[in-house]
């Protein structure tokens, strides 16, 4: 099918690119097309800072041209199926050759995975026509306007395994729902996704959990049963009961915790007001805390299942955040995540109970600059993070004995804790230090382990208001030393 559009779609894109792909496609007498995100995009009224081009032959070639035309950089990426892509100005422009040679745009579209991505538009030759024309042999515009991922056909997952995942990817960024058909074949093919290179897998799941459906997006996951097949961990979860705080099995919480986490981010402001809304606001700027903490939030309380033990009549989970940020730790290593994302959601997931422990403190005796130093040192940048972590686990457990007010509690925790450590904490830590190493050596002390006990000793002291100069300072060291037989 094909349909005419009359809109300059192209304007976007810089002259100088324009023009080098026209000349270029003149010179060697072969039609370019542009496939993909940049043809869905158009169609939404959107623009695609990338590029997607078919060509019928001779891609590899093209590439290698239009990177030498432009000053760009060439970038191999797939040497058999002829697919490469130039990189110029912060545009990506990825080249490849018809698919399966086929020798027509419409079978190459047709060898495609999703019908949303088997549309093209003919390249414009230089006489600088306007007016476009859509190719659709697979009614992908159609679905594209009925918000439908529609798999070409189930052989696509066979022949690509990582499709499975694809499909979940356009339904979280697009708002799409998945075709009938095409959720029952993921069901009976998901067991494929095995073949596809954990790079890849995560480069899917980073994609779903930027966007602000992620949520649902794992439900459905779930529902179809290709969630076990990436976290076959989790399911040990499914259907453990928990204490009477809370109303749902241990993994439901955990899904409710990612759904209310992705709530959390939306509307942070409601949930924690004034100088904290600042805080929550510039610390969920930055995509990726918000996209360690929606991991975080699904993986918190992995650890639970093998913590499980009933004592005197009670469940209970004891340790289960240490298990659960070292089962984590074994789940980024064998996706090959980042070595920052796995430290930083395992901290999260190892300190997740930290606020609740600190709030019933809190409660009994309020709490002290020791201890408002020691979060602040475990949980590093991570802050409110964790008592964004910490909201949404409580939000996520609403069971008949859960502790009354505890969202009401855990923002007046971290008011606390922000107030303690900007009056004590932080004036201290961004001071110089009053006593160094050079002075324990000067005394006599050897290099080792008890230095860092030391120093940090001397710091409490200092946030605690005892110590305030580097005379209390050395006076305090000599009588520490002394006390507990350093020398």
Not at 15 to 20: K, R, S
Not at 138 to 166: C, I, K, W
Not at 238 to 256: E, I, N, R, W
Request: net charge negative; glycine share 8%; hydrophobic share 40%.
């Amino acid at each position: 099918m094909i349909q005419t559009f009359d809109l300059d779609w192209l304007k976007n894109y810089p002259a100088e690119l324009l023009q080098a792909l026209s000349r270029l496609a003149g010179a060697s007498r072969t039609e370019l097309f542009v496939v993909g995100g940049a043809v869905r995009d158009h169609i939404s009224g959107s623009f695609a800072h990338d590029l997607d081009i078919a060509i019928p032959s001779g891609a590899l070639l093209f590439a290698g041209n239009l990177a030498a035309d432009l000053g760009g950089t060439y970038v191999l990426l797939d040497q058999g199926e002829g697919v490469a892509r130039v990189v110029w100005k912060g545009f990506d422009i990825d080249l490849a050759n018809f698919r399966d040679q086929t020798t027509s745009i419409e079978d190459d579209l047709l060898k495609r995975d999703f019908t949303i991505n088997a549309m093209a538009f003919r390249f414009p030759d230089e006489s600088g026509k306007t007016e476009y024309e859509i190719i659709d042999p697979a009614g992908g515009r159609q679905d594209f306007y009925h918000g439908l991922v529609r798999v070409m056909s189930p052989t696509a997952f066979e022949n690509d395994p990582l499709r499975l995942l694809r499909a979940y990817r356009f339904k979280a960024t697009l708002g799409f729902q998945l075709e009938p058909d095409t959720k029952k074949w993921i069901g009976e093919y998901g067991h494929l996704l095995s073949r596809a290179a954990p790079e890849r897998i995560s480069s899917e799941l980073q994609r779903i959990m930027a966007s602000d459906r992620a949520g649902v997006t794992v439900f459905s996951m779930v529902e179809s049963g290709l969630f076990w097949y990436i976290f076959p961990e989790l399911k040990k979860g499914k259907g453990m009961a928990q204490p009477t705080s809370h109303h749902l099995d241990v993994f439901s919480h955990c899904l409710a915790a990612l759904d209310w986490m992705e709530k959390l981010q939306a509307r942070s402001n409601e949930f924690f007001p004034g100088e904290l809304a600042a805080k929550i606001s510039a610390y969920l700027g930055h995509e990726e805390n918000r996209v360690r903490l929606k991991w975080a939030a699904l993986f918190h309380d992995l650890g639970k299942p093998d913590c499980h033990l009933i004592r005197q009549g009670r469940i209970t989970f004891y340790n289960h955040d240490q298990a659960g940020a070292e089962g984590f730790e074994k789940i980024g290593e064998r996706l090959r995540w980042s070595r920052e994302d796995i430290k930083r959601v395992s901290r999260l997931i190892r300190l997740h109970m930290w606020p609740f422990h600190l709030n019933n403190s809190r409660k009994k005796t309020g709490i002290t600059a020791k201890a408002c130093l020691r979060l602040v040192k475990a949980v590093g940048d991570d802050l409110a993070g964790l008592f964004l972590l910490a909201m949404a686990d409580s939000l996520a457990g609403q069971g008949v004995n859960r502790p009354p007010a505890m969202e009401e509690e855990l923002v007046e925790l971290y008011f606390e804790v922000e107030r303690v450590c900007r009056e004590q904490v932080r004036p201290v830590l961004e001071q110089p230090p009053i006593v160094t190493g050079h002075d324990l050596i000067d005394l006599g002390l050897t290099p080792g382990p008890d230095f860092k006990m030391i120093l940090s000793s001397l710091e409490k002291a200092r946030i605690e208001g005892s110590i305030q100069t580097r005379s209390q300072g050395l006076a305090w060291l000599e009588s520490f030393v002394a006390e507990n037989n350093l020398l």
